[in-house]
Protein backbone atom coordinates (compact mmCIF):
# COMPACT_ATOMS: atom_id res chain seq x y z
CA UNK A 1 0.00 0.00 0.00
CA UNK A 2 1.49 3.37 -0.76
CA UNK A 3 2.14 5.60 2.38
CA UNK A 4 2.41 9.20 0.09
CA UNK A 5 -0.02 11.54 0.08
CA UNK A 6 -1.37 11.52 -3.64
CA UNK A 7 -1.41 15.07 -5.13
CA UNK A 8 -5.07 16.02 -6.13
CA UNK A 9 -4.13 16.78 -9.84
CA UNK A 10 -2.58 13.64 -11.57
CA UNK A 11 -1.72 14.41 -15.17
CA UNK A 12 -4.86 14.88 -16.46
CA UNK A 13 -7.03 13.66 -13.51
CA UNK A 14 -8.29 15.56 -10.60
CA UNK A 15 -8.48 12.51 -7.58
CA UNK A 16 -12.05 13.04 -5.66
CA UNK A 17 -12.01 10.18 -3.47
CA UNK A 18 -10.12 6.66 -3.07
CA UNK A 19 -12.96 4.19 -3.77
CA UNK A 20 -10.98 0.90 -3.68
CA UNK A 21 -7.26 -0.82 -2.37
CA UNK A 22 -4.62 -3.71 -2.27
CA UNK A 23 -1.68 -5.36 -2.09
CA UNK A 24 -0.41 -3.90 -5.33
CA UNK A 25 -2.99 -0.82 -6.04
CA UNK A 26 -5.29 1.94 -5.17
CA UNK A 27 -7.97 2.58 -7.14
CA UNK A 28 -9.73 6.42 -7.27
CA UNK A 29 -12.41 7.97 -8.20
CA UNK A 30 -11.10 11.18 -10.77
CA UNK A 31 -12.21 13.80 -12.83
CA UNK A 32 -10.56 14.19 -16.33
CA UNK A 33 -10.87 17.77 -16.64
CA UNK A 34 -10.34 18.16 -20.70
CA UNK A 35 -13.18 15.88 -20.89
CA UNK A 36 -15.10 16.36 -18.01
CA UNK A 37 -15.82 13.06 -17.33
CA UNK A 38 -15.44 10.73 -13.88
CA UNK A 39 -13.02 8.06 -14.58
CA UNK A 40 -11.50 5.33 -12.37
CA UNK A 41 -7.76 5.95 -12.02
CA UNK A 42 -5.64 2.72 -10.57
CA UNK A 43 -2.34 3.16 -9.00
CA UNK A 44 0.73 0.97 -8.50
CA UNK A 45 1.30 0.53 -5.08
CA UNK A 46 4.77 2.28 -3.88
CA UNK A 47 5.60 -0.68 -2.46
CA UNK A 48 5.14 -2.47 -5.60
CA UNK A 49 6.50 0.00 -7.95
CA UNK A 50 10.33 -0.80 -7.40
CA UNK A 51 9.33 -4.66 -8.42
CA UNK A 52 10.14 -4.45 -12.32
CA UNK A 53 7.83 -7.58 -12.77
CA UNK A 54 5.05 -5.91 -11.05
CA UNK A 55 5.16 -2.90 -12.92
CA UNK A 56 5.25 -4.82 -16.40
CA UNK A 57 1.99 -6.56 -15.07
CA UNK A 58 0.59 -3.85 -14.32
CA UNK A 59 1.18 -2.47 -17.93
CA UNK A 60 0.31 -5.42 -19.32
CA UNK A 61 -3.37 -5.11 -17.86
CA UNK A 62 -3.55 -1.95 -19.44
CA UNK A 63 -2.49 -3.06 -23.19
CA UNK A 64 -4.63 -6.07 -22.78
CA UNK A 65 -7.24 -4.37 -21.97
CA UNK A 66 -7.12 -1.56 -24.24
CA UNK A 67 -7.11 -3.82 -26.98
CA UNK A 68 -10.14 -5.60 -26.46
CA UNK A 69 -13.07 -2.99 -27.19
CA UNK A 70 -16.50 -4.56 -26.85
CA UNK A 71 -19.60 -3.57 -24.78
CA UNK A 72 -18.82 -6.58 -22.12
CA UNK A 73 -15.28 -5.26 -21.11
CA UNK A 74 -14.18 -2.43 -19.74
CA UNK A 75 -12.44 0.26 -21.28
CA UNK A 76 -8.84 1.70 -20.60
CA UNK A 77 -8.23 5.35 -21.48
CA UNK A 78 -4.59 5.06 -20.96
CA UNK A 79 -1.64 4.12 -19.01
CA UNK A 80 0.55 6.86 -18.17
CA UNK A 81 3.20 7.37 -14.97
CA UNK A 82 4.40 10.77 -13.36
CA UNK A 83 6.85 10.78 -10.57
CA UNK A 84 7.80 7.19 -11.34
CA UNK A 85 4.39 5.72 -10.13
CA UNK A 86 2.02 3.70 -12.47
CA UNK A 87 -1.72 4.27 -13.44
CA UNK A 88 -4.10 3.57 -15.42
CA UNK A 89 -7.31 5.61 -16.31
CA UNK A 90 -10.26 3.49 -16.82
CA UNK A 91 -14.09 3.81 -16.33
CA UNK A 92 -15.66 4.12 -13.73
CA UNK A 93 -19.13 2.51 -12.34
CA UNK A 94 -20.70 4.06 -9.87
CA UNK A 95 -22.48 0.73 -8.95
CA UNK A 96 -19.39 -0.78 -8.51
CA UNK A 97 -19.44 -4.73 -8.75
CA UNK A 98 -21.89 -7.56 -9.05
CA UNK A 99 -20.70 -9.12 -5.86
CA UNK A 100 -23.72 -7.42 -3.56
CA UNK A 101 -26.14 -8.62 -5.98
CA UNK A 102 -25.03 -11.76 -6.28
CA UNK A 103 -28.25 -13.17 -3.76
CA UNK A 104 -31.15 -11.25 -4.86
CA UNK A 105 -31.08 -11.46 -8.75
CA UNK A 106 -33.87 -13.58 -11.07
CA UNK A 107 -33.49 -16.06 -13.28
CA UNK A 108 -34.05 -13.81 -16.58
CA UNK A 109 -31.06 -11.39 -14.40
CA UNK A 110 -28.85 -14.63 -14.01
CA UNK A 111 -29.11 -14.95 -17.73
CA UNK A 112 -28.13 -11.67 -18.42
CA UNK A 113 -25.28 -11.66 -16.38
CA UNK A 114 -23.92 -14.49 -17.65
CA UNK A 115 -24.57 -14.12 -21.34
CA UNK A 116 -22.77 -10.39 -20.83
CA UNK A 117 -19.62 -12.42 -19.41
CA UNK A 118 -19.54 -15.20 -22.22
CA UNK A 119 -19.71 -12.92 -24.39
CA UNK A 120 -17.16 -10.45 -23.29
CA UNK A 121 -15.01 -13.84 -22.81
CA UNK A 122 -15.75 -14.64 -26.73
CA UNK A 123 -14.58 -11.26 -27.70
CA UNK A 124 -11.05 -12.25 -25.86
CA UNK A 125 -11.07 -15.32 -27.37
CA UNK A 126 -10.20 -13.69 -30.59
CA UNK A 127 -7.08 -12.15 -29.49
CA UNK A 128 -5.80 -15.66 -27.86
CA UNK A 129 -6.47 -13.83 -23.93
CA UNK A 130 -7.54 -15.66 -21.29
CA UNK A 131 -8.72 -13.91 -17.67
CA UNK A 132 -7.44 -16.33 -15.06
CA UNK A 133 -9.71 -14.70 -12.56
CA UNK A 134 -12.97 -14.33 -13.11
CA UNK A 135 -15.07 -13.98 -10.08
CA UNK A 136 -18.49 -11.59 -9.22
CA UNK A 137 -15.97 -8.59 -7.70
CA UNK A 138 -14.35 -8.19 -11.65
CA UNK A 139 -17.70 -8.19 -13.11
CA UNK A 140 -18.70 -4.68 -13.31
CA UNK A 141 -22.99 -3.13 -13.06
CA UNK A 142 -23.05 -0.24 -15.81
CA UNK A 143 -25.23 2.26 -15.14
CA UNK A 144 -27.98 0.63 -17.71
CA UNK A 145 -27.59 -2.58 -15.80
CA UNK A 146 -25.57 -4.96 -18.04
CA UNK A 147 -22.14 -6.29 -16.90
CA UNK A 148 -18.66 -5.54 -17.82
CA UNK A 149 -15.57 -7.89 -17.21
CA UNK A 150 -12.50 -6.12 -15.40
CA UNK A 151 -9.47 -6.74 -14.33
CA UNK A 152 -7.15 -8.58 -16.71
CA UNK A 153 -3.84 -8.31 -14.25
CA UNK A 154 -3.27 -11.66 -14.58
CA UNK A 155 -4.44 -12.37 -18.43
CA UNK A 156 -2.41 -14.55 -20.31
CA UNK A 157 -1.74 -14.17 -24.31
CA UNK A 158 -1.87 -17.67 -25.41
CA UNK A 159 -1.15 -16.77 -28.88
CA UNK A 160 2.35 -15.92 -27.81
CA UNK A 161 3.22 -19.65 -26.90
CA UNK A 162 5.83 -18.70 -23.87
CA UNK A 163 5.65 -19.39 -20.46
CA UNK A 164 4.59 -16.46 -18.51
CA UNK A 165 7.26 -14.36 -16.89
CA UNK A 166 5.20 -12.66 -14.37
CA UNK A 167 4.16 -15.95 -12.98
CA UNK A 168 7.00 -18.10 -11.05
CA UNK A 169 7.76 -21.38 -12.73
CA UNK A 170 5.17 -23.60 -10.85
CA UNK A 171 2.99 -20.56 -9.36
CA UNK A 172 -0.84 -21.15 -9.67
CA UNK A 173 -2.58 -18.14 -9.82
CA UNK A 174 -6.03 -17.27 -9.84
CA UNK A 175 -8.77 -17.08 -7.37
CA UNK A 176 -9.46 -21.11 -5.65
CA UNK A 177 -13.04 -21.06 -5.16
CA UNK A 178 -13.69 -20.26 -8.96
CA UNK A 179 -10.53 -22.04 -10.08
CA UNK A 180 -10.94 -24.54 -12.54
CA UNK A 181 -8.59 -27.88 -12.10
CA UNK A 182 -6.07 -27.33 -14.45
CA UNK A 183 -5.54 -24.05 -13.02
CA UNK A 184 -4.82 -25.58 -9.60
CA UNK A 185 -2.68 -27.87 -11.36
CA UNK A 186 -0.27 -25.12 -13.25
CA UNK A 187 -1.39 -26.68 -16.83
CA UNK A 188 -1.62 -25.46 -19.75
CA UNK A 189 -5.25 -22.49 -19.65
CA UNK A 190 -7.03 -21.60 -22.12
CA UNK A 191 -10.51 -20.48 -23.00
CA UNK A 192 -12.19 -23.41 -21.54
CA UNK A 193 -10.21 -22.61 -17.99
CA UNK A 194 -12.66 -19.12 -18.00
CA UNK A 195 -15.72 -21.33 -19.08
CA UNK A 196 -14.94 -23.10 -15.84
CA UNK A 197 -15.05 -19.87 -13.77
CA UNK A 198 -18.23 -18.62 -15.12
CA UNK A 199 -19.71 -21.94 -14.30
CA UNK A 200 -18.96 -21.39 -10.96
CA UNK A 201 -20.53 -18.21 -11.35
CA UNK A 202 -23.64 -19.59 -12.73
CA UNK A 203 -23.97 -21.90 -9.63
CA UNK A 204 -23.43 -18.90 -7.05
CA UNK A 205 -26.08 -17.00 -9.10
CA UNK A 206 -28.45 -20.04 -8.71
CA UNK A 207 -27.72 -21.88 -6.12
CA UNK A 208 -27.00 -18.45 -3.77
CA UNK A 209 -23.60 -19.69 -2.95
CA UNK A 210 -20.24 -21.22 -4.66
CA UNK A 211 -19.99 -25.46 -5.21
CA UNK A 212 -16.96 -25.41 -2.23
CA UNK A 213 -17.42 -23.65 0.86
CA UNK A 214 -14.28 -20.43 1.00
CA UNK A 215 -14.76 -20.21 4.55
CA UNK A 216 -11.67 -23.57 4.51
CA UNK A 217 -8.05 -22.96 3.72
CA UNK A 218 -7.45 -21.98 -0.38
CA UNK A 219 -5.46 -24.85 -0.09
CA UNK A 220 -8.18 -26.99 0.75
CA UNK A 221 -10.95 -25.89 -1.93
CA UNK A 222 -8.25 -26.43 -4.80
CA UNK A 223 -8.14 -29.78 -3.60
CA UNK A 224 -11.78 -29.92 -3.92
CA UNK A 225 -12.00 -28.81 -7.18
CA UNK A 226 -9.51 -31.31 -8.52
CA UNK A 227 -10.82 -33.98 -6.61
CA UNK A 228 -14.33 -33.30 -5.40
CA UNK A 229 -17.53 -33.77 -7.66
CA UNK A 230 -19.53 -30.52 -7.41
CA UNK A 231 -22.60 -30.64 -5.46
CA UNK A 232 -25.46 -31.19 -7.96
CA UNK A 233 -27.32 -27.67 -8.42
CA UNK A 234 -30.56 -29.19 -8.32
CA UNK A 235 -29.41 -30.85 -4.60
CA UNK A 236 -29.45 -26.84 -3.78
CA UNK A 237 -31.93 -25.77 -6.00
CA UNK A 238 -34.81 -28.36 -6.19
CA UNK A 239 -37.19 -26.54 -8.48
CA UNK A 240 -34.45 -25.30 -11.01
CA UNK A 241 -34.69 -26.67 -14.33
CA UNK A 242 -32.93 -29.63 -15.31
CA UNK A 243 -31.77 -28.55 -18.91
CA UNK A 244 -30.21 -25.48 -16.96
CA UNK A 245 -28.52 -27.44 -14.08
CA UNK A 246 -27.35 -29.75 -16.57
CA UNK A 247 -25.79 -26.72 -18.42
CA UNK A 248 -23.98 -25.83 -15.12
CA UNK A 249 -22.63 -29.00 -15.32
CA UNK A 250 -21.07 -29.27 -18.30
CA UNK A 251 -19.47 -25.86 -17.80
CA UNK A 252 -17.89 -27.34 -14.45
CA UNK A 253 -16.81 -30.71 -15.85
CA UNK A 254 -13.13 -31.69 -14.55
CA UNK A 255 -12.25 -32.25 -18.21
CA UNK A 256 -11.81 -29.32 -20.00
CA UNK A 257 -12.86 -31.42 -23.29
CA UNK A 258 -16.07 -31.92 -21.40
CA UNK A 259 -16.46 -28.00 -20.89
CA UNK A 260 -18.39 -26.63 -24.11
CA UNK A 261 -15.29 -25.57 -26.61
CA UNK A 262 -15.60 -22.10 -26.47
CA UNK A 263 -17.27 -19.16 -25.08
CA UNK A 264 -19.58 -18.21 -28.28
CA UNK A 265 -20.57 -22.54 -28.02
CA UNK A 266 -21.99 -21.89 -24.14
CA UNK A 267 -23.69 -19.16 -25.00
CA UNK A 268 -25.67 -20.58 -27.80
CA UNK A 269 -26.13 -23.34 -25.35
CA UNK A 270 -27.46 -21.15 -22.56
CA UNK A 271 -29.45 -19.29 -25.00
CA UNK A 272 -31.64 -22.23 -26.06
CA UNK A 273 -32.59 -23.09 -22.54
CA UNK A 274 -33.43 -19.67 -21.25
CA UNK A 275 -35.77 -19.26 -24.52
CA UNK A 276 -37.54 -22.46 -23.46
CA UNK A 277 -37.93 -21.51 -20.14
CA UNK A 278 -38.70 -17.93 -20.57
CA UNK A 279 -39.96 -17.44 -23.69
CA UNK A 280 -38.47 -15.36 -26.82
CA UNK A 281 -38.43 -11.77 -24.69
CA UNK A 282 -36.71 -13.01 -21.65
CA UNK A 283 -34.17 -10.13 -21.89
CA UNK A 284 -37.08 -7.36 -21.28
CA UNK A 285 -35.69 -8.06 -17.44
CA UNK A 286 -32.38 -9.63 -17.67
CA UNK A 287 -31.31 -5.59 -17.02
CA UNK A 288 -29.97 -5.59 -13.45
CA UNK A 289 -32.25 -2.67 -11.76
CA UNK A 290 -30.71 -0.30 -8.98
CA UNK A 291 -32.56 -1.86 -6.43
CA UNK A 292 -31.72 -5.30 -4.24
CA UNK A 293 -32.43 -7.22 -2.01
CA UNK A 294 -28.80 -7.88 -0.30
CA UNK A 295 -28.59 -11.02 1.58
CA UNK A 296 -25.48 -11.95 4.48
CA UNK A 297 -23.37 -12.92 1.93
CA UNK A 298 -18.99 -13.15 2.95
CA UNK A 299 -17.58 -11.48 -0.02
CA UNK A 300 -14.60 -13.76 -1.86
CA UNK A 301 -12.54 -10.68 -2.59
CA UNK A 302 -8.74 -11.53 -2.71
CA UNK A 303 -7.12 -14.59 -4.93
CA UNK A 304 -4.17 -16.46 -3.70
CA UNK A 305 -1.08 -17.32 -5.11
CA UNK A 306 0.17 -20.80 -4.39
CA UNK A 307 3.82 -22.00 -5.03
CA UNK A 308 3.36 -25.56 -5.45
CA UNK A 309 3.23 -28.86 -7.83
CA UNK A 310 -0.48 -30.50 -7.28
CA UNK A 311 -0.17 -32.81 -9.31
CA UNK A 312 0.01 -35.76 -7.36
CA UNK A 313 -2.90 -34.45 -5.00
CA UNK A 314 -5.19 -36.36 -7.51
CA UNK A 315 -4.78 -39.42 -5.64
CA UNK A 316 -5.46 -37.90 -1.99
CA UNK A 317 -8.56 -39.55 -0.31
CA UNK A 318 -11.96 -37.97 0.07
CA UNK A 319 -12.21 -36.87 3.50
CA UNK A 320 -15.21 -35.74 5.15
CA UNK A 321 -16.65 -33.55 8.24
CA UNK A 322 -13.94 -32.50 10.81
CA UNK A 323 -11.22 -34.91 9.72
CA UNK A 324 -10.39 -33.18 6.61
CA UNK A 325 -8.40 -30.53 7.30
CA UNK A 326 -6.46 -32.57 9.79
CA UNK A 327 -5.69 -35.13 6.66
CA UNK A 328 -4.53 -32.11 4.46
CA UNK A 329 -1.88 -31.18 6.94
CA UNK A 330 -0.85 -34.53 7.12
CA UNK A 331 -0.78 -34.83 3.71
CA UNK A 332 1.17 -31.59 3.30
CA UNK A 333 3.89 -32.72 5.53
CA UNK A 334 4.33 -35.95 3.26
CA UNK A 335 4.36 -34.21 0.15
CA UNK A 336 7.13 -32.21 2.08
CA UNK A 337 9.09 -34.23 3.08
CA UNK A 338 9.15 -36.58 -0.34
CA UNK A 339 10.19 -33.11 -1.81
CA UNK A 340 6.85 -33.12 -4.07
CA UNK A 341 5.24 -29.62 -2.76
CA UNK A 342 8.19 -26.78 -3.41
CA UNK A 343 6.33 -24.46 -0.65
CA UNK A 344 2.93 -22.48 -0.41
CA UNK A 345 2.92 -18.42 -0.52
CA UNK A 346 -0.27 -17.13 0.70
CA UNK A 347 0.20 -13.56 1.60
CA UNK A 348 -2.20 -10.31 1.78
CA UNK A 349 -0.05 -8.73 -0.36
CA UNK A 350 0.74 -11.18 -2.95
CA UNK A 351 1.02 -10.29 -6.26
CA UNK A 352 -3.01 -11.55 -6.91
CA UNK A 353 -4.07 -9.61 -4.53
CA UNK A 354 -5.35 -6.40 -6.10
CA UNK A 355 -6.93 -3.66 -4.85
CA UNK A 356 -10.98 -3.55 -6.35
CA UNK A 357 -11.13 -2.18 -9.70
CA UNK A 358 -14.36 -0.39 -8.73
CA UNK A 359 -16.35 0.72 -5.72
CA UNK A 360 -17.75 -2.61 -3.18
CA UNK A 361 -20.70 -2.30 -1.97
CA UNK A 362 -20.60 -4.15 1.52
CA UNK A 363 -23.40 -6.82 1.87
CA UNK A 364 -25.83 -6.08 4.59
CA UNK A 365 -23.75 -8.25 7.48
CA UNK A 366 -26.31 -9.90 10.26
CA UNK A 367 -26.56 -8.69 13.81
CA UNK A 368 -27.50 -10.72 16.97
CA UNK A 369 -29.45 -9.65 19.99
CA UNK A 370 -33.33 -9.11 20.59
CA UNK A 371 -33.69 -6.03 20.32
CA UNK A 372 -36.15 -6.16 16.88
CA UNK A 373 -36.78 -9.08 14.62
CA UNK A 374 -34.99 -8.92 11.23
CA UNK A 375 -38.07 -8.05 8.52
CA UNK A 376 -38.37 -10.98 6.32
CA UNK A 377 -38.88 -9.42 2.57
CA UNK A 378 -41.92 -11.22 1.02
CA UNK A 379 -42.96 -11.75 -2.75
CA UNK A 380 -44.03 -9.03 -4.93
CA UNK A 381 -45.47 -9.36 -8.33
CA UNK A 382 -44.53 -6.64 -10.38
CA UNK A 383 -44.76 -7.98 -14.15
CA UNK A 384 -46.79 -10.47 -16.16
CA UNK A 385 -45.88 -10.67 -19.98
CA UNK A 386 -47.62 -13.28 -22.33
CA UNK A 387 -46.12 -14.58 -25.75
CA UNK A 388 -48.19 -16.99 -28.45
CA UNK A 389 -46.59 -19.07 -30.96
CA UNK A 390 -48.13 -21.89 -33.31
CA UNK A 391 -50.29 -23.73 -30.64
CA UNK A 392 -48.78 -22.45 -27.47
CA UNK A 393 -49.63 -19.76 -25.23
CA UNK A 394 -47.22 -18.54 -22.41
CA UNK A 395 -48.08 -16.06 -19.49
CA UNK A 396 -45.04 -15.26 -17.34
CA UNK A 397 -44.86 -13.53 -13.71
CA UNK A 398 -41.87 -11.98 -12.48
CA UNK A 399 -41.37 -11.73 -8.42
CA UNK A 400 -39.01 -9.58 -6.60
CA UNK A 401 -38.13 -9.78 -2.83
CA UNK A 402 -38.78 -12.66 -0.96
CA UNK A 403 -38.29 -16.07 -2.93
CA UNK A 404 -41.91 -17.72 -3.56
CA UNK A 405 -41.98 -20.92 -1.57
CA UNK A 406 -42.21 -24.31 -3.23
CA UNK A 407 -46.37 -25.58 -3.26
CA UNK A 408 -47.18 -22.13 -3.80
CA UNK A 409 -48.93 -22.53 -6.63
CA UNK A 410 -52.39 -23.98 -6.77
CA UNK A 411 -54.46 -24.61 -9.89
CA UNK A 412 -57.98 -23.78 -9.27
CA UNK A 413 -59.57 -24.58 -12.14
CA UNK A 414 -57.84 -26.58 -14.93
CA UNK A 415 -60.13 -26.68 -17.64
CA UNK A 416 -59.31 -24.13 -19.72
CA UNK A 417 -61.74 -25.91 -22.87
CA UNK A 418 -64.38 -23.24 -21.51
CA UNK A 419 -61.75 -20.45 -22.54
CA UNK A 420 -60.81 -19.60 -18.85
CA UNK A 421 -58.58 -21.17 -15.65
CA UNK A 422 -57.03 -19.40 -12.72
CA UNK A 423 -54.62 -20.29 -10.34
CA UNK A 424 -53.30 -18.79 -6.84
CA UNK A 425 -49.89 -17.92 -5.74
CA UNK A 426 -50.81 -18.86 -1.59
CA UNK A 427 -47.61 -17.24 0.56
CA UNK A 428 -47.66 -15.05 3.67
CA UNK A 429 -47.07 -11.82 2.81
CA UNK A 430 -47.60 -11.68 -1.14
CA UNK A 431 -48.30 -8.65 -2.65
CA UNK A 432 -48.95 -7.41 -6.22
CA UNK A 433 -48.01 -4.38 -8.09
CA UNK A 434 -49.95 -5.25 -10.96
CA UNK A 435 -53.64 -5.88 -12.09
CA UNK A 436 -52.51 -7.57 -14.93
CA UNK A 437 -52.45 -7.37 -18.89
CA UNK A 438 -55.86 -7.06 -20.36
CA UNK A 439 -55.15 -7.37 -24.16
CA UNK A 440 -52.67 -9.49 -25.95
CA UNK A 441 -53.35 -13.46 -26.94
CA UNK A 442 -53.93 -14.22 -23.77
CA UNK A 443 -56.11 -11.68 -21.15
CA UNK A 444 -54.77 -11.79 -17.26
CA UNK A 445 -56.24 -10.51 -13.92
CA UNK A 446 -54.32 -10.30 -11.00
CA UNK A 447 -57.09 -10.40 -7.91
CA UNK A 448 -55.78 -10.01 -4.31
CA UNK A 449 -57.07 -11.60 -1.15
CA UNK A 450 -55.44 -12.52 2.35
CA UNK A 451 -52.01 -13.84 1.96
CA UNK A 452 -52.73 -14.96 -1.92
CA UNK A 453 -52.92 -13.71 -5.17
CA UNK A 454 -55.91 -14.93 -7.61
CA UNK A 455 -54.80 -15.14 -11.35
CA UNK A 456 -57.55 -15.44 -13.80
CA UNK A 457 -56.47 -16.42 -17.57
CA UNK A 458 -58.75 -16.10 -20.20
CA UNK A 459 -58.78 -16.73 -23.88
CA UNK A 460 -61.33 -16.15 -26.90
CA UNK A 461 -60.16 -19.02 -28.88
CA UNK A 462 -61.70 -22.37 -27.63
CA UNK A 463 -58.86 -24.54 -29.24
CA UNK A 464 -56.85 -25.01 -26.14
CA UNK A 465 -57.08 -28.38 -24.14
CA UNK A 466 -54.43 -27.98 -21.70
CA UNK A 467 -53.77 -25.93 -19.00
CA UNK A 468 -50.16 -26.15 -16.69
CA UNK A 469 -48.22 -23.53 -14.29
CA UNK A 470 -45.05 -24.10 -12.64
CA UNK A 471 -42.71 -22.22 -10.53
CA UNK A 472 -39.26 -22.23 -12.67
CA UNK A 473 -38.06 -20.53 -9.45
CA UNK A 474 -38.49 -18.06 -6.52
CA UNK A 475 -38.85 -15.45 -8.66
CA UNK A 476 -40.73 -16.13 -12.31
CA UNK A 477 -43.91 -18.57 -13.09
CA UNK A 478 -45.02 -19.18 -16.07
CA UNK A 479 -48.19 -20.75 -17.10
CA UNK A 480 -48.84 -22.74 -20.30
CA UNK A 481 -51.65 -22.98 -22.75
CA UNK A 482 -51.64 -25.75 -25.68
CA UNK A 483 -54.04 -25.79 -28.29
CA UNK A 484 -55.42 -29.46 -29.15
CA UNK A 485 -54.54 -31.23 -32.18
CA UNK A 486 -57.37 -31.24 -34.83
CA UNK A 487 -56.98 -33.91 -37.40
CA UNK A 488 -59.37 -33.89 -40.59
CA UNK A 489 -61.57 -37.54 -40.81
CA UNK A 490 -60.52 -39.25 -43.84
CA UNK A 491 -63.62 -38.40 -46.83
CA UNK A 492 -66.13 -41.25 -47.85
CA UNK A 493 -65.86 -42.96 -50.30
CA UNK A 494 -68.84 -44.96 -52.69
CA UNK A 495 -68.11 -48.55 -54.08
CA UNK A 496 -66.78 -47.30 -57.03
CA UNK A 497 -63.93 -45.53 -55.58
CA UNK A 498 -65.02 -41.97 -55.88
CA UNK A 499 -65.68 -38.90 -52.96
CA UNK A 500 -69.29 -38.73 -52.02
CA UNK A 501 -69.88 -35.13 -50.16
CA UNK A 502 -72.24 -35.54 -47.23
CA UNK A 503 -74.52 -33.22 -45.65
CA UNK A 504 -75.40 -32.92 -41.78
CA UNK A 505 -78.67 -31.78 -41.98
CA UNK A 506 -78.86 -32.04 -38.28
CA UNK A 507 -79.71 -28.71 -36.73
CA UNK A 508 -77.58 -27.11 -34.20
CA UNK A 509 -78.84 -26.07 -30.70
CA UNK A 510 -76.54 -23.54 -28.80
CA UNK A 511 -77.41 -24.07 -25.12
CA UNK A 512 -75.51 -21.29 -22.79
CA UNK A 513 -75.27 -22.11 -18.96
CA UNK A 514 -74.35 -19.48 -16.39
CA UNK A 515 -72.04 -20.97 -13.78
CA UNK A 516 -71.73 -18.95 -10.57
CA UNK A 517 -69.14 -20.42 -7.44
CA UNK A 518 -67.87 -18.80 -4.50
CA UNK A 519 -64.47 -18.43 -3.47
CA UNK A 520 -64.45 -17.89 0.15
CA UNK A 521 -61.67 -15.74 -0.28
CA UNK A 522 -62.98 -13.31 -2.86
CA UNK A 523 -67.11 -13.50 -2.75
CA UNK A 524 -69.77 -14.61 -5.62
CA UNK A 525 -68.15 -14.33 -9.47
Known amino acids: MTSVTLPRRVGRYEIVREVGRGGTAVVYLAHQTDLDRSVALKELAALRASDPAFVERFLRESRLTGSLNHPNIVTVHEYFEQDGTAFIAMEYFERGSLRPMVPSLTLPQVSG ?48 HTPDRLTDS ?89 RPRTAAEAAEQLEEIVIRILGPRWRRE ?97 NVNTAESSAIVTATFRLVGGKLDPGSVLIRDRDITDGHAWFELRQAGIRARTKGMPDGPLSVRIRKGRNLLRVDLATNDGTFDRFEVRRVDGHTVIATLTKATVTAPPPDTNSKGTVTEQTDTTPTTTTTTTTTTTDPDFGTR
Open 170 to 258: GTTVGTPAYMAPEQALGQDVGPWTDLYSVGVIAYELLAGKVPFDQAEPPMAIMLRHLNDDVPPLRSVSPDLDVGLSDWVERMLAKTPGD
Open 286 to 382: SRLTATHVVADETPITQPTSVTADLRATRTFPRTRGRVRLGGLVAAFVLLGVAGIVAGIVISGGSVLDDAPTQPQTTPATRTTGTSEPAEIPVPVLT
Open 113 to 160: VLEGLLAGLAHAEKYGIVHRDLKPENVMVTSSGSVKIADFGMAKMREL
